[in-house]
């Protein structure tokens, strides 16, 4: 199994199957409901690891999410268009999109026996746009 991260905006970001370790995907609701509760979210928690450039390839795109996580509420091009891909057998088995997801945390770790850095990110979908997540699945070879 894979995951494919593509993050549109200002800049494109791509991480593929070599970067991407985990994924999980949460429907936020209330926990003191009880009832179907209108406050509903949507967030992404990926994690894995960070790619150093060797032999004239390029790095991986992780440097672009750090950055992504600095820029501030006020600006536009803290809402991105999101689209992970979760793959098994050559196979899309998973699609979400959010339109309009911003970095609710960013964190990288280093240690001087590990050889690779890891990253996490921690998306969210803007609260009054949940309605536009797409969560697509079941597609046929």
């Known amino acids: 199994m894979g995951f494919r991260l593509k993050v549109e905006g200002a800049e494109t970001i791509e991480l593929g199957l070599d970067n991407i370790q985990k994924v999980k995907y949460d ?4 926990d003191d409901s009880n009832a179907r509760s209108t406050d ?23 440097l672009k999410l750090a950055t992504w ?7 536009a091009d803290a809402y991105r268009k999101v689209t992970l891909e979760v793959i098994a057998a050559d196979q899309v088995v998973r699609k ?11 964190t990288e770790e280093f240690g001087d026996t590990e ?11 803007k609260k009054d746009k949940t309605e536009f ?4 699945g079941g597609y046929s070879v």
């Open 133 to 136: 997540t797409k969560i697509e």
């Open 69 to 75: 996580s600095l820029v501030p509420a006020e600006k």
């Open 40 to 62: 509903v979210g949507a967030t992404l928690l990926l994690s894995g690891k960070i790619i150093t450039a060797t032999d004239g390839d390029s790095a991986d795109d992780t």
């Open 115 to 125: 050889g690779v850095g890891t990253f996490s990110l921690y998306i969210k979908q």
């Open 27 to 30: 429907t936020d609701t209330p």
């Open 96 to 106: 979400v999109y959010f339109p309009n997801a911003f970095v609710v945390d960013y």
